[in-house]
């Protein structure tokens, strides 16, 4: 896909981070653009920057882990531009953060359905659409978490493991049908975002936050890398030239390029896993 001038890209997450990076350099190639966020005020000044850019834009709450409210944002962009081009399924939260076993029932299904079932119903709602008009580009935002796995964020891990192979799938599906519709899989490493933030903001007790002390102590390093990652726009910037170039794979650095070979000899050599690790 190499015209974006007039065409449509939905963005879920748009209203912060590496969602409102994307939506703004969507706009800025002359995209329309539709946002849906669960945060409505700062999903309202996004869509006034992407106007203020000469633009058109519409903001729709949408909390992406229920299933009418992904087909009610596909629904608003097509009545508000006519079709979708471009969707990146990018809403996300770290989850909660502790043992696998500390953390309730509540604490998984809360963040399973925002990191996989929203992707899921992502793909249900926008890409039946994207195949019949045939013109249009899927970006799914998993993570290196996807790939290598850490200790005291068992839902995050699972849901990126789980977005992987989704795409890995809607790729192959896509190919087998001989469909032009392209897919990218996201797989960002340290970026400079208010994920974290967003948790310590949970009141204890509440789903979504820190259960126990180890949690804590991965979400005090996990604060720590992020602040010191690569800022959203420079993701965004990579996305764009993703989509423009067809690429499936798109890591947003080479940091993580060892602990990922690792894991790969280590399954093909039968042996346990090692803690998922950066090279410096």
Known sequence: MDNFVGKTAVVTGGASGMGRAMALRFARAGMNIAIGDVNEASMAAVVDEIVSLGVTAIGVRTDVSDEAANMALNEAAC??????????????????????????????????????????????????????????????????????????????????????ALAETLYHELRAEKSSIGVTCLCPGFVNTDIVAATRRRAEGEIGAVRDELGGKWLDFSERALAGGIEPEIVAEQVYDAIVDNQFWLFTDQAWDEAIALKNRQILERKAPTLGHPSA
């Open 79 to 164: 009545a508000a531009f006519g079709q979708v081009n471009v969707v990146c399924l990018n809403a996300g939260v770290t989850g909660s953060a502790g043992r696998s076993w500390d953390l309730t029932k509540q604490d998984w299904d809360w963040a399973l359905g925002i990191l996989l079932d929203g992707v899921v119903h992502g793909v249900r709602s926008f890409l039946p659409g994207m195949v019949d008009h045939g013109d249009g580009h899927v970006v799914m935002t998993a993570s290196i978490a996807g790939h290598v796995s850490s200790a005291y964020s068992g839902p995050y891990m699972v849901a990126k493991h789980g977005v992987v």
